[in-house]
């Protein structure tokens, strides 16, 4: 697909973006690479509907170690065919409460799918094959199988009672406590599915099991992030996500969050949700600090660099009350070159962010101070893990022969792509100046006019006639 002319000017002016996408593209080295020669016509359908229904996941769950890549790839299948069932309001409650609380034991039934999505659904395809989902998970390890059926089966309950909650459905969210649940059942569960996953094979550090507020704060902080930003879309398909127990401290309707003559309250209201997303934020390092595969940690370390930055972007941003607002290619390419390296770099990745929302972090919002100590939380918590020997370093963080060598080779990419541009420019120029020249301008005439202070063409006086000049026919 060709670039949009929107984006091309774009990164015109963001050469930084430019090459942080350029750099992801050609020098990003997979940890472990996905082998398709050795894959079943069923496995490679399985991971085209991996990639049909979310390409940021696909890529990085097909970048993971062999041990884990086909178990997380149907695993994550297994929750989207959930979650395209709950999402469909089309499907009546009482055909979708069945299928929810069952849809564990249709694990175990071969050959079973379900084409009753609307068919404006997006991901329907997945149920529509899901007996290709089926085969494959009937092959994985039976320790694999087990956690991915419990997590499906706490799932669907989870989600079914809520389907089931009239008032769920027609006020949305009323509590705190009720919002975290609601996170809980359709992230936080993830959150222990992936880490039983990640123990069992032992590429994580088994305490992570122990200490379950851990995965359950990863879960939580992409959720309600997601939430947070997807306000204007949720709105416009009638879902209240955002707990009336929040909104009501700010305006007396929910519709009134739209509503551009009362920005300054939903803004206020956003904030508040930011600061009890970002509560989470120290948990997820702390977390992430217990990965002991490099793939593994990247799987897990995108999302919340990538979380931290949209939070930073919807804070204090009246765009997320008109439309769905979303970071830009380049910048998700720059947190993802960053997110695979180390936890120190990733922790820098949230130390710069928190510091962007503590910029914008605004005095009269009711939350100012409280959002102030939040952003201190995460930052101590980082200086926590790796502390700074000296003022010099903790101004400026100091960096790996490693990280040293890649910036030197981005200005020098960023120098290439600046010439690149130049030399476009001046091949474009020579051609319209060489073109110019061979239909006949009078680039010598011109220079002489200007030599002149004369910057238009000589009119003929009134009632001068022009002599026809000889060698040329006169129409």
């Known amino acids: 697909m060709a670039p949009k002319v929107t984006d091309v000017l774009y990164y015109l002016v963001h050469i930084s973006e430019l090459r942080s996408i350029i750099q992801w593209k050609v020098w990003h080295n997979p940890v472990h690479e996905r082998d398709e020669s050795k894959e079943t016509e069923t496995l490679k359908r399985c991971f085209f509907l991996l990639e049909k229904s979310s390409r940021s996941f696909s890529m990085v769950i097909q970048e993971l170690h062999p041990e884990l890549l086909v178990p997380i790839a149907l695993f994550y299948l297994v929750l989207r065919a959930l979650d395209t069932i709950e999402d469909d309001m089309t499907i009546p409650i009482e055909k979708k409460e069945p299928l929810l609380r069952d849809f564990h034991t249709i694990l175990e039934q071969p050959g079973w799918n379900f084409d009753g999505n609307g068919p404006d659904e997006e991901d329907r395809i997945v149920c529509v094959e899901f007996n290709v989902v089926i085969e494959e998970y009937m092959k994985i390890k039976p320790a694999y199988r087990k956690i991915i059926s419990d997590i499906a089966d706490k799932m669907g309950n989870g ?159 009246p765009k997320v009350f008109q439309r769905n607002v979303k970071i830009t290619k380049g910048q998700a390419c720059e947190i993802m070159t960053q997110s695979t390296q180390s936890l120190e770099v990733a922790c820098e990745v949230f130390r710069k962010y928190t510091r962007k929302i503590m910029k914008k972090n605004n005095p009269r919002d009711p939350n100012f101070l409280k959002i102030s100590i939040a952003g201190s939380k995460i930052e ?96």
Not at 206 to 212: D, H, I
Not at 265 to 279: D, I, Q, R, T, Y
Not at 297 to 305: E, S, Y
């Open 159 to 317: 989600m079914a009672d809520y389907c089931k909650n009239a008032d769920h459905l027609k006020y949305g969210v009323q509590t705190v406590k009720d919002y975290e649940l609601y996170c809980h059942y359709v992230a936080g569960l993830v959150g222990e599915g992936l880490t039983r996953l990640f123990v069992e094979s032992e590429l994580a550090n088994p305490l992570l099991l122990e200490r379950t507020n851990l995965h359950e704060s990863m879960g939580q902080f992409l959720q309600k992030t997601n939430i947070i930003r997807d306000i204007k879309e949720d709105f416009d398909d009638k879902r209240y996500f955002w707990p009336k127990e929040i909104w009501s401290k700010h305006v007396d309707n929910f519709e009134e969050l739209i509503d551009p003559k009362k920005i300054d309250k939903a803004l206020n209201c956003s904030s508040e949700l930011v600061l009890n997303a970002l509560e989470h934020a120290p948990e997820c390092l702390h977390y992430l600090a217990g990965l002991r595969e490099q793939s593994i940690f990247n799987f897990a370390c995108i999302p919340q660099t990538m979380a931290i930055a949209t939070l930073e972007l919807v804070f204090q941003n």
């Open 380 to 475: 101590q918590f980082i200086e926590k893990l790796f502390p700074k020997k000296d003022q010099k370093a903790l101004e400026k963080p100091s960096k790996t022969p490693e990280q040293e060598a890649a910036d030197a080779e981005a200005k020098k990419d960023t120098m290439y792509i600046m010439l690149a541009v130049f030399a476009t420019l001046a091949v474009l120029s020579a051609i319209m100046i060489g073109g110019a020249y061979l239909l006949g301008a009078r680039f010598d005439a011109a220079a002489k006019d200007i030599s002149k202070g004369t910057f238009t063409p000589a009119q003929p006086d009134a009632g001068e006639t022009v002599v026809p000049q000889p060698g040329r026919d006169e129409l």
